[in-house]
């Protein structure tokens, strides 16, 4: 089985990324599972139902998300109220919490699978531990359920790694987003769960993390208040390509996955 896990998508760069490069990664990848985190799709903080909607009908059957969730206030009732949709909340938010952690579906062959969403804590906000969290969502999942991606939304790199040993032999990936730096240490750890510390933004690479560098240097150099504004050029797409087994679980090779959007 064939998991493609798209990075943050960030702003309207990042949702054309999505739309122009996603059919071409499926003819060229093939794969059974499309996923994408989608916390910044709305002009790079949060993201609205109809974004949901857009990035949905473009291909992409789960979402996940981070701490942005929260950001567009529309995006609370309509949680509550949309249980069906597969768009993720982190799992360890008080419960209470409009969402839900967890999307189990099928693959159009049949195979079952699971996509978790987690937030970790560490220069993050004071929510409940992503640790204790993955351990009570596994308790969720049916045993015949091998497939289980599972997106860790956090800052540092250590509670990534230390999470992605934690679950080793327990998910079949653990794929680092937020930070929305590509990093190069993906690699199959002995248990059979692949792992990444970040997998990249889908977005303007010609900017500070998605945001106009121009904008971003200006506040560093001042220290005053700035209206951050999504930058527009060099626009690439960032993904992982996952193979696993069905059958156990077990990852079989994680692949770094970049293309860029032709410039206009």
Not at 80 to 104: C, Q
Not at 236 to 259: F, K, N, Q, Y
Request: charged share 20%.
């Amino acid at each position: 089985m064939r998991i493609l896990f798209i990075g943050d998508v960030f702003g309207s760069p990042g949702r054309r990324a999505v739309r122009e490069l996603l059919p071409g990664l499926v003819a060229r990848h093939a794969p059974d599972l499309v996923l994408a985190n989608g916390e910044n799709a709305a002009a790079g903080f949060g993201i609205t139902p109809k974004l949901v909607a857009e990035l949905l009908g473009a291909g992409v059957e789960v979402l996940t998300s981070g701490n942005h969730i929260w950001d567009r206030k529309e995006i609370i009732p309509y949680l509550a109220e949309h249980a069906d949709v597969p768009l993720l909340r982190p799992a360890n938010f008080p419960e209470g919490a409009p969402g839900r952690g967890m999307f189990l579906g099928r693959t159009p062959d049949s195979i079952p699978y699971a996509v978790m969403s987690l937030q970790g804590r560490v220069f993050m906000q004071s929510i409940e531990c992503p640790f204790r969290g993955a351990d009570a969502l596994l308790k969720l999942i049916p045993a015949e359920v091998k497939i289980r991606i599972l997106d860790m939304h956090a800052e540092t790199t250590s509670e990534k790694v230390a999470l992605g040993w934690y679950m080793d032999g327990r998910v079949t990936a653990v794929l680092g987003t937020h930070t929305h730096i590509p990093t190069a240490d993906e690699r199959v750890l002995p248990g059979g769960t692949a792992y990444i510390t970040d997998v990249g933004m889908t977005g303007p690479y010609d900017s500070v993390i998605g945001i106009d560098k121009h904008v971003v240097i200006e506040k560093f150099l001042s220290q005053l208040p700035a209206r951050f504004e999504v930058a527009r050029d060099d626009v690439r797409l960032c993904g992982v390509m996952i193979e696993a087994d069905p059958a156990t679980g077990r990852a079989l090779s994680i692949e770094r996955i970049t293309a860029a959007v032709p410039s206009s």
